[in-house]
């Protein structure tokens, strides 16, 4: 055995020794499960203390290196996952980080390798106020279990049942960071839970502080709360798909949450779409038949189309009774007349749009085929609206642009200020000719994309262009701001194979560091303070990558978790999207495309594909990325 081996091996058993120690003592009520940072359990007992009602707190104190989490859990009694269940601990931490989740598990669900059910950790609260003590609650459950779902049915298959699902554990992640942390746990309570013994035995399933249980029957519906668009209590960014006849487990796969419909979904599609977490955008039925609607919890938007017209008072008055007669006070999604680049009459009616619909609908369009000059014409007409205006941009699929720049088009909508994507297809997905192959591909690598910047498409604070360069060809870097980190989208044409420029952004604290956001984890900027802000090294063969400036270690941990995460499949994406565009090229035989850069971009797919074999994930992706790029090169 090596020395490092029994170095490992030492670690181990001292953690082992903690934890067993732990667990044999009475007073002890969380045990240690899992981490993946290295964590060494320095103590864990309970302490004496006047800050507690019952004057004790477990203390716990971990020591770990590079990772995301170390997992405690206690166990509680199993209870249905309803909006009436609310826990409440308290606890004190020298750091802030300490996140509470709920442990659900799938009773029907049931993991190959393990055998055993499967479950989720549903995050609820934060621990912010380092060395104080602060209350973390764990509820609003049902919202946020909504979010999960559709990860097990695409690891698990679209069939399987999540019917029956229940809560066994409350569970904290101790880890805020790379050196010592101490948690001391205090009391906890637990209201509104109905014990699954009693579902089961026939007894009343009344919650035991008699809260009613209709909210378990209570579906989330879509409301703008404080300029952000929310589903529930979850904030919600749409990617909405022009339906054409998909199999919904190919749609949710791709990564759509909203189908867009002609016509009212019947009670059978309505179940496909529960089945999916699937939601709908569509016209509204006759005044006569909107009552009916208050079953389609599915249906969240009204689609009001196109309003060629300034809105006379009749058409005000309709509006008015419409959302005054529909039971589930659904939002209103509409578009302008004559919405052109540079149409002063266009902008006139996104305006008059934005005073009834509650989002307002615009295109991306192509101008001149050069992805700059689109950016800034949604951009112009996005703030021409005003400052209170929702926004979903249209995406057109079927456009060349997409096709070469899908993924980078996508990042420059929400650089320009959509809050929500509509994906225009004319074409069903599941085809399997070569573009719609490629469209495809796009759309699953642009969707996790977007996933990943979530947070500043919901909303952002401030939004201004920090810099207009040659950088490669013609950009201009555009810096989203919310109140803890900002992100920086850049918009370009074209791509250089090498040198580095250096951008400065308006730091928001002195303190702020900068990180690349790649699908494999954050990678460090080389960055300096100067005045006026952060000035950063971009190297110029991978200009559009998303970069995030904050100080906010829980903002860099919540991104770390959800590129670990998503990692597997945004390294698959990218190579399906390298693979697809590669064999589209082959088989079109593009002029534009010489055969010195088509070999090349082989080339690059070959070495993706070798690097991916040897567990090198990080080159593997910036292979397939320069496997596309290099078809594209102006």
């Known amino acids: 055995m090596t020395t490092r081996q029994n170095i490992t091996l030492v670690a181990v058993l001292v953690t082992l020794a903690r934890v067993l120690c732990a667990a044999n003592d009475p007073q002890v009520q969380w045990l240690f499960e899992r981490s993946d940072c290295q964590a060494n359990i320095l103590r864990h007992a309970t302490d004496e203390t006047s800050e507690t009602l019952s004057g004790k707190a477990e203390h716990i104190q971990i020591r770990g290196g590079a990772g995301t989490f170390c997992y405690f859990s206690k166990p509680t009694e199993k209870s249905h996952v309803i909006e009436d269940y609310d826990a409440r601990l308290r606890i004190r931490a020298n750091e802030a980080g300490i996140t509470a989740y709920a442990r659900v598990v799938f009773p029907n669900v049931v993991d190959e390798e393990s055998k055993r059910p499967v479950s989720v950790l549903l995050l609820c609260d934060t621990y912010d106020q380092a060395g104080v003590w602060q209350e973390l609650r764990i509820n609003k459950l049902p919202d946020r279990l909504q979010e999960h779902i559709r990860f097990v049915r695409f690891q698990h298959g679209r069939h399987v049942d999540v019917s029956g699902s229940y809560i066994d554990g409350h569970v904290l992640n101790v880890f805020s960071g790379p050196g010592t942390t101490d948690v001391w746990i205090g009391e906890s309570h637990v209201t509104g839970c109905i014990p699954l013994e009693n579902v089961r035995s026939g007894v009343s399933t009344r919650p035991r502080n008699e809260i009613s249980s209709d909210a378990i029957k209570k579906r989330p519906r879509a409301t703008i709360d404080a300029g952000r668009l929310r589903l529930g209590e979850t904030l919600f960014v749409p990617f909405v798909l022009d339906y054409n006849g998909e199999p919904l487990e190919l749609v949710a796969q791709l990564g759509f949450n909203t189908l867009s419909l002609k016509h009212l979904?019947?009670?059978?599609?309505?179940?496909?779409?529960?089945?999916?977490?699937?939601?709908?955008?569509?016209?509204?039925?006759?005044?006569?038949?909107?009552?009916?609607?208050?079953?389609?919890?599915?249906?969240?938007?009204?689609?009001?189309?196109?309003?060629?017209?300034?809105?006379?008072?009749?058409?005000?008055?309709?509006?008015?009774?419409?959302?005054?007669?529909?039971?589930?006070?659904?939002?209103?999604?509409?578009?302008?007349?004559?919405?052109?680049?540079?149409?002063?009459?266009?902008?006139?009616?996104?305006?008059?749009?934005?005073?009834?619909?509650?989002?307002?609908?615009?295109?991306?369009?192509?101008?001149?085929?050069?992805?700059?000059?689109?950016?800034?014409?949604?951009?112009?007409?996005?703030?021409?609206?005003?400052?209170?205006?929702?926004?979903?941009?249209?995406?057109?699929?079927?456009?060349?642009?997409?096709?070469?720049?899908?993924?980078?088009?996508?990042?420059?909508?929400?650089?320009?200020?959509?809050?929500?994507?509509?994906?225009?297809?004319?074409?069903?997905?599941?085809?399997?000719?070569?573009?719609?192959?490629?469209?495809?591909?796009?759309?699953?690598?642009?969707?996790?994309?977007?996933?990943?910047?979530?947070?500043?498409?919901?909303?952002?604070?401030?939004?201004?262009?920090?810099?207009?360069?040659?950088?490669?060809?013609?950009?201009?870097?555009?810096?989203?701001?919310?109140?803890?980190?900002?992100?920086?989208?850049?918009?370009?044409?074209?791509?250089?194979?090498?040198?580095?420029?250096?951008?400065?952004?308006?730091?928001?604290?002195?303190?702020?560091?900068?990180?690349?956001?790649?699908?494999?984890?954050?990678?460090?900027?080389?960055?300096?303070?100067?005045?006026?802000?952060?000035?950063?090294?971009?190297?110029?063969?991978?200009?559009?990558?998303?970069?995030?400036?904050?100080?906010?270690?829980?903002?860099?941990?919540?991104?770390?978790?959800?590129?670990?995460?998503?990692?597997?499949?945004?390294?698959?994406?990218?190579?399906?999207?390298?693979?697809?565009?590669?064999?589209?090229?082959?088989?079109?035989?593009?002029?534009?495309?010489?055969?010195?850069?088509?070999?090349?971009?082989?080339?690059?797919?070959?070495?993706?594909?070798?690097?991916?074999?040897?567990?090198?994930?990080?080159?593997?992706?910036?292979?397939?990325?320069?496997?596309?790029?290099?078809?594209?090169?102006?």
């Open 265 to 634: 979904p019947n009670r059978e599609f309505l179940r496909d779409l529960e089945l999916h977490d699937l939601w709908v955008v569509c016209p509204p039925p006759f005044e006569h038949e909107m009552r009916s609607t208050h079953e389609m919890d599915r249906v969240i938007f009204w689609d009001l189309g196109t309003v060629d017209r300034s809105p006379t008072l009749k058409f005000s008055h309709a509006i008015e009774r419409m959302r005054r007669i529909d039971p589930r006070d659904r939002l209103l999604v509409a578009r302008g007349e004559n919405d052109g680049d540079a149409n002063p009459n266009g902008v006139a009616s996104l305006r008059r749009v934005a005073r009834f619909a509650d989002i307002v609908v615009t295109d991306f369009r192509e101008s001149d085929q050069t992805l700059v000059e689109s950016f800034e014409a949604l951009q112009s007409r996005i703030d021409a609206t005003g400052p209170s205006a929702r926004f979903w941009t249209i995406v057109d699929t079927n456009q060349a642009l997409f096709a070469e720049s899908g993924v980078e088009l996508l990042l420059a909508t929400v650089a320009a200020g959509a809050n929500g994507i509509w994906f225009r297809s004319d074409r069903p997905l599941h085809n399997k000719d070569p573009e719609t192959t490629l469209r495809r591909a796009t759309i699953a690598a642009g969707t996790l994309k977007l996933q990943s910047i979530r947070p500043w498409i919901v909303g952002v604070d401030r939004r201004q262009i920090i810099s207009r360069t040659q950088y490669p060809d013609v950009s201009r870097i555009v810096q989203l701001e919310t109140n803890d980190a900002a992100l920086l989208l850049t918009v370009c044409d074209g791509v250089s194979s090498d040198g580095s420029v250096a951008v400065t952004t308006p730091a928001l604290s002195e303190s702020s560091d900068a990180f690349q956001l790649l699908p494999t984890g954050l990678r460090p900027l080389n960055a300096k303070r100067v005045s006026g802000g952060l000035a950063i090294t971009l190297h110029k063969s991978e200009p559009t990558t998303p970069i995030v400036v904050t100080e906010n270690r829980l903002a860099t941990n919540q991104l770390a978790r959800f590129t670990s995460a998503t990692r597997n499949r945004s390294l698959a994406a990218e190579r399906e999207l390298a693979e697809a565009s590669v064999r589209l090229a082959r088989v079109q035989l593009r002029q534009e495309t010489t055969g010195a850069s088509f070999h090349a971009a082989e080339q690059h797919y070959d070495r993706g594909q070798r690097l991916l074999k040897t567990g090198d994930a990080t080159n593997a992706y910036q292979a397939f990325l320069n496997a596309r790029r290099e078809l594209h090169r102006r």
